[in-house]
């Protein structure tokens, strides 16, 4: 049955143990004048004067096109009892216009936000945009996080003083829908360091296998961590399914079976729509049985659409989705999944991690990327640039005088730290080295969104987004993996870039403790558990 919209904070919703259906909205580019009919507004307030809709998702420049913002709509919504929920990105703004957004959604009474990177931007006038990601999605959720804690900041006369406290309702995404071990196991980590950070629900990115959906339930369980989780249910067609498939949408997933049956039912006479809509409103069925906290629709013009889809969830019988979870998997050629498949239910079995997975653990094979400036550069990190260590405390009061005084000798050493770094890295000179964060691997250099907190959702078989190289974190990860580092590698909290050190030393900002690994050593330590462990 589907449960009452009563106005209920979407918090509520979500914690209160029922399942509620959810809808995304997607603006335009462009606007329409006042004195027109708005189409996106007509359709929005369709679905929010039905009670069949608990909460609507806006979207923020999803794809990385230039539209309306999502804050836009909203107040126009805002008068509704459906709860909105907004999607805040990272690609447009640096982290003062993030903070001046959350503090107008503050102010505006907007609390449901879902943090995320954001695709890369591909539209603007005149051209591509150039992009910011000055923060990620981790970082972005311990950015609100902060703000609902209360942040602290200097008084007019200097003393402490505390900001306001917001009341934010936290989302994140993860991505199961990765095909290796080496991308998939880094979007878990992530996951789990997105909870650490204080996201409070989760969305899934949208696929059409059912066993991985459940994977993301299994994780949260096993790690003490169980958040509410909302499933994505896509409508497909012929075209989407295709470019699903071609992978020009970033982090969703067609597999070449799901092609061929799109393919076959878009032959029909009715084009298709009577097995798409069946095969949305399967896995709404299935997301309700495993328990999840709701069913996110989208892929739809019309609300009629909408509807009809959650008729026909309703319709089916209790435990229907037993069938439908098995008949629902479209994975791709060797997909690996973290868990093992219980023969009875089609799904992962929570008692058994992967057991060729758990053996490569304790035997990892070595990888072309273990290379042998890896090993050196592991070797002088450890020896140098560890605090405690003797050359550590040498070079540090070193820094310190050179610091006081500077002369040939500190930009001597500064031009030695460009040019090898260059050389061995590809370094940009940022003055806060994140080599040790990424698998001594340059974030800036190696990573189209200069990820300092793990992978976006955006990679296709281990290439980055914009299929012009490896992804950084598949690559840290086969290196960590090596090392029986790999559990750990997203362990710490979240990074903040120092911005102001641009240009500047970075081993001289680390010896000095100016950087971000002096703000991580004086934090609270995150307390993410491993996703090896049984529930």
């Known amino acids: 049955m589907i449960a009452p919209k009563d106005g209920r904070p979407f918090s509520q919703m979500l914690g209160g143990g029922g399942f509620y259906y959810g809808a995304e909205l997607v603006t335009t580019r462009g606007f329409v004048p006042p004195e027109q009919p708005n189409r996106i507004v007509e359709f929005s307030e369709q679905l929010c004067n039905d009670a069949r809709i608990g909460w609507v998702s806006l979207t923020d420049n999803p794809g990385g096109n230039t539209m309306l913002p999502p804050d836009w709509l909203a107040r ?67 950015m609100l996080h902060a703000m609902n804690q209360g942040i602290q900041t200097p008084g007019k006369k200097g003393e402490a003083a505390s900001l306001p406290k917001t009341n934010f309702y936290i989302g994140c995404v993860v991505s199961p829908f990765k095909r290796h071990e080496r991308e998939l196991m880094p979007q ?77 039912y878009a032959a029909g006479p009715d084009k298709g729509r009577g097995f798409f809509q069946e095969l949305a409103a399967k896995q709404l069925a299935v997301f309700k049985g495993l328990g999840f906290g709701g069913g996110y629709l989208s892929g739809m013009s019309k609300a009629e659409t909408f509807f009809k889809i959650i008729d026909l969830a309703e ?7 037993r069938a439908f979870a098995k008949e629902v998997q479209f994975p791709q050629k060797d997909e690996f999944y973290l868990y093992e498949q219980d023969p009875e239910t089609g799904l992962g079995d929570p008692r058994r991690i992967n057991q060729e997975y758990r053996r490569s653990l304790q035997q990892p094979t070595k990888s072309k990327h273990v290379t042998l ?16 260590k003797p050359a550590f405390n040498l070079l540090r009061k070193i820094y310190e005088r050179w610091d006081k ?35 001594y691997l340059c974030p800036l250099f190696s990573c189209s969104k200069g990820s300092r907190n793990g992978p976006c959702g955006g990679s296709i078989d281990g290439m980055c987004e914009l299929n012009d190289k490896e992804c950084i974190w598949a690559r840290a990860y086969e290196r960590l993996k090596y090392d029986k580092e790999a559990e750990a590698m997203l362990k710490r909290p979240a990074v903040f870039y120092h911005a102001e050190l641009k240009g500047t030393s970075s081993w001289a900002n680390t010896f000095l403790g100016r950087d971000h690994h002096s703000d991580n050593n004086h934090s609270e330590a995150a307390t993410e558990k491993t996703p090896q462990k049984g529930p």
Request: proline fraction near 4%.
């Open 76 to 142: 126009i919504l805002g008068g509704k009892k459906t709860a909105i929920v907004l999607h805040l990105t990272c690609k447009n703004h640096n982290r003062s216009a993030l903070e001046s957004i959350a503090w107008k959604y503050a102010a505006e009474g907007i609390e449901n936000i879902v943090a995320m990177t954001g695709d890369y931007p591909r539209s603007g006038y005149g051209g591509n945009a150039s992009p910011v990601f000055d923060l990620d999605s981790v970082s972005l959720v311990a």
């Open 405 to 439: 005084k500077p002369g040939m000798f500190a930009h001597a050493a500064h031009a030695l730290e460009r040019m090898s770094k260059f050389v061995s890295f590809g370094c940009r000179d940022c003055g806060d080295c994140s080599l040790p964060d990424c698998g």
């Open 315 to 321: 319709s089916y019988g209790e435990n229907d989705w």
């Open 188 to 264: 878990y980590y992530k996951l789990l360091r997105k909870v650490a950070s204080g996201a409070q629900y989760v969305y899934t990115q949208l696929g059409y296998d059912m066993r991985k959906f459940h994977e993301v339930k299994l994780l949260l369980a096993a790690n003490g961590t169980p958040l509410p989780v909302i499933g994505n249910a896509y409508l497909l067609n012929k075209i989407v399914a295709g470019l699903f498939h071609r992978r020009q949408i970033p982090g969703c997933v067609v597999s070449d079976r799901l092609l061929e049956l799109s393919e076959k």
């Open 373 to 388: 400036t890896y090993r050196l550069s592991r070797f002088i990190h450890d020896a140098i640039f560890t605090p405690g």
